[in-house]
């Protein structure tokens, strides 16, 4: 079974310019978790869906950052103007939205903001 | 703050003995988890321990939990070189999860390296 997808696993842009990160979801899970690894601060929630729908972006850092998720098969993290303190390995993750079940993660977006 | 805390925060075995790390957190909990992350790569879960267990084996694994003293222990015994990667913890508070594991608070990692 295909894992969670993000794309592109790299990117380097310069500060100022709109970032877009994609994530596809594990089929079938109902909720989708957007977080931040970087040295300083660990792994950080950002947001998260349930059944598409935002239930908590209380980790969203400013309003420079916007979450959405359109279908059950597709998020994107949109950061727009970008910073170099934003500079981070950007990961989605998935799982079915009841019980105690893991999430799955993807491989996750190195962002670099020059 | 950080809900879970790993340690140590680095540690180097001779491949084959026992890696044992330790997790610390704060608050009251559904569950605990451990998921290794491999450099490069996404987390990937391991263990599941919920609050009203004490001791988990999964494979090589075995997880405690003391809900009393707010710790969880991992140990991974006859380590392999392909276990080298950093473990991290994972509390699901109480109370803060709508749909069920969501509220994930994860600690800041042990990196384990085992020499071959």
């Known amino acids: 079974d295909a894992g969670v997808i993000q794309s592109p696993r790299h990117e380097v842009t310069e500060m100022g310019q709109e970032v877009t990160l994609r994530c596809k979801p594990i089929?079938?899970?109902?909720?989708l978790f957007w977080y931040r690894q970087t040295m300083m601060r660990g792994l950080e929630l950002l947001i998260y869906f349930n059944n598409n729908v935002p239930i908590d972006d209380s980790g969203m850092p400013e309003d420079r950052f916007s979450a959405k998720m359109p279908n059950a098969s597709f998020s994107t993290l949109k950061i727009q103007p970008s910073e170099p303190r934003d500079s981070a390995v950007y990961f989605c993750a998935s799982n079915p939205g009841s019980g105690n079940q893991p999430q799955h993660f993807g491989d996750g977006t190195r962002l670099s903001i020059l | 703050s950080q809900q879970g805390e790993e340690d140590p925060q680095a540690l180097s075995i001779q491949e084959g003995e026992n890696a044992t790390m330790n997790c610390s957190y704060k608050?009251?909990?559904?569950?605990l988890q451990w998921y290794r992350q491999n450099s490069g790569r996404g987390l990937v879960h391991l263990i599941l321990i919920r609050s009203n267990e004490r001791e988990k084996h999964s494979g090589r694994l075995r997880v405690t939990l003391d809900t009393s003293k707010k710790s969880s222990s991992l140990l991974i015994t006859a380590s392999r070189a392909a276990d080298t990667a950093s473990y991290f913890c994972a509390t699901d508070a109480l109370g803060k999860s709508n749909f069920g594991n969501e509220k994930l608070t994860f600690g800041t990692g042990t990196r384990l390296t085992i020499i071959p």
């Open positions: 608050t009251s909990i559904n569950n």
């Open positions: 089929s079938g899970h109902n909720s």
